[in-house]
């Protein structure tokens, strides 16, 4: 009985060491990116093509598109999507956002900046 009581106490203390030892990491962030990556200035009339490159989305879910402001986005091919400015006629320069937002973890997302000139 001796014996089983000391087993105890150094079983437990060494399943407390292992436990602490471990490294359990977490997994890289995903991160979102668009290609252009700077602002666009385009005319009316015109579209932008914007391809997005998504890393660590292990759970390969992917993107949300969305365009903020005049214009429109043609069907979007998963990573790539094209913004059509307004067909209607404007009289001054108009701002657009284009945002691709990760499915995965909707805190991940990058933007597009687009001045439609008239």
Do not use: H
Not at 14 to 40: F, Y
Not at 81 to 92: A, G, K, L, N
């Amino acid at each position: 009985m001796s014996r089983l009581c000391c087993a105890v106490p150094f079983v437990t203390a060494m399943a407390m060491v292992m436990g602490r030892c471990s490294t359990s990491s977490s997994p890289p962030p995903i991160s979102v990116s668009l290609s252009p990556s700077s602002p666009q200035a385009i005319d009316q009339g015109q579209s932008v093509a914007i391809t997005a490159t998504v890393t660590n989305d292990t759970s390969a879910k992917g993107l949300m598109w969305n365009p903020v402001g005049p214009g429109s986005l043609n069907t979007s091919t998963g990573l790539s999507v094209s913004y059509i400015s307004p067909r209607t006629s404007i009289t001054s320069a108009e701002q657009a956002t284009v945002t691709a937002t990760s499915v995965a973890d909707p805190t991940r997302s990058a933007s597009l900046q687009i001045t439609v000139n008239p």
